[in-house]
């Protein structure tokens, strides 16, 4: 009896040491491998050093024209930029371009007192608004921009990013 007691508990302690063999493996190859991960997700100290190239885009106009001004914008891959968004019309609208967001490193979003961090893909600015939108573009691209409230982009609320 003392020897299947035994016997069972060595197997026990066997499997938990393979246990924690594998849990160690695992572990020690997440600390090489993370951090090469996130390195290559994530531009360069340097890159954020570089001076933010600031680019302004209004949200229609004064009048309630359904436009971006200006409607085709122009990023080059690797360079530091701020987006400022402004929106002087008297109506709500979306900065959306989803392909475009897919494919830029996202630093932060800043609107009044808050800054956002993570993937963006759309913005909605209310009457009034401004936002800035700091980032790098990483793949080159044309993408699609528009606005994606009900019946603005049929009226003209379209425009295009590309990113060389």
Request: proline share 5%; hydrophobic share 45%; aromatic share 8%.
């Amino acid at each position: 009896m003392n020897f299947l007691i035994h016997s069972i508990n060595r197997r026990h302690c066997h499997r938990v040491n393979v246990g924690w063999l594998m849990a160690g493996f695992v572990f020690l190859i997440g600390l090489v491998v993370m951090p090469a991960a996130i390195a290559a997700s994530t531009p360069s100290s340097g890159l954020l050093k570089q001076p933010v190239i600031e680019v302004k885009v209004s949200l229609g106009n004064a009048a309630d024209e359904l436009k971006f001004v200006p409607d085709n914008l122009e990023f080059v891959s690797g360079k530091h930029y701020k987006l400022i968004l402004t929106n002087p019309s008297s109506q709500k609208h979306y900065f959306t371009a989803k392909d475009f967001a897919d494919n830029i490193w996202n630093q932060k979003v800043e609107a009044g007192k808050v800054e956002i961090k993570g993937a963006i893909h759309e913005l909605e600015l209310k009457p009034g608004a401004e936002a800035e939108w700091v980032f790098v573009p990483i793949k080159p691209g044309t993408y699609q921009l528009r606005c994606t409230i009900s019946g603005h982009a049929e009226a003209g609320m379209v425009g295009a990013i590309a990113i060389k």
